[in-house]
């Protein structure tokens, strides 16, 4: 099915259109996407109303982010299974939309098995595809509760390597409500510090390639009424020197047993410089 858009443009309004939600017009289920190729210039929702189509948002990252990924890959099953298309059609499709994305393997896999238990029970493909429904809302309140959790900690945790208030932070990439069923991580511990007077200034890096610091971070921070500076990636080296960041905070594409964490590419050199600066540096 052809995407559908829906836009809205960017206005001084505080609030943005949620990244993800599942929707039940009258001529079916949809799935409808926060299109992030299209900001900040505007913000357009993409309506999916079959898996083509979000596979398509997903190689195109107007969806993104490792826990929406995984969200949209299970509101995706679920979304095939309303529709009356091929479940397990459905879910290798989305898990190979894009394979090195291990969240979003996870929520397909989640919503599949779901399906699968109810639908081999007898209970009948309406019930099967509730079953899937319910798993995907259940994953998307799951992150929204542990986005919560990570801002409460996070803050905790700052306020105890910085006493004093007035955070300086520097951050990387895209961390926010874009890549999440919530507020989202590093970011999130950020909006928390603003919200309690003790952000003082957030440096955002651009990022490269695409740019997620520049035009995602940034868009985040401005809807949200924070004070930040946007840098280019490589004049962060100048800012540890003058002093003028208290903390690194930044996510995480994926966290190993043994601590290791793999991360959008500019993360290790903050790291470095960090530790050399004498800095915190916190992966949330």
Partial sequence: MVDQYAQTPVGAEPSMLPSIRWDEPPEGPVLVLLDQTRLPVEEAELVCTDVPALVRAIRTLAVRGAPLLGI??????????????????????LAQAR????????????????????????????????????????????DAEASAQMAEFGLTLLDELLPG??????????????????????????LSA???????????????????????????????????????????GSLFAAGEVDAVLIGADRIAADGSVANKVGSYPLAVLAKYHHVPFVVV
């Fill in 72 to 93: 949209a890959g299970a509101y995706g099953v679920a979304l095939a299974a309303r529709r009356g298309y091929d479940v397990e059609d459905a879910a290798t499709q």
């Fill in 99 to 142: 394979p090195t994305a291990v969240n979003l393997g996870y929520g397909v896999r989640r919503a599949r098995d779901a399906y699968r238990s109810v639908a081999e029970s007898g209970a009948g493909l309406e019930q099967a595809a509730s079953a899937a429904l319910a798993e995907a809302r259940l994953l998307h309140r799951e």
């Fill in 165 to 190: 208030g007035g955070h300086r932070i520097l951050t990387h990439c895209n961390t926010g409500a874009l890549v999440s069923g919530g507020e989202g991580t590093a970011f999130a511990v950020a």
């Fill in 194 to 236: 603003h919200r309690a007077g003790r952000l003082r200034r957030l440096w955002v890096d651009e990022t490269r390639p695409l740019l997620q610091g520049a035009r995602l971070t940034a868009y985040e921070a401005a809807r949200n009424g924070m004070a930040y500076t946007l840098l280019t990636d490589n004049a962060a």
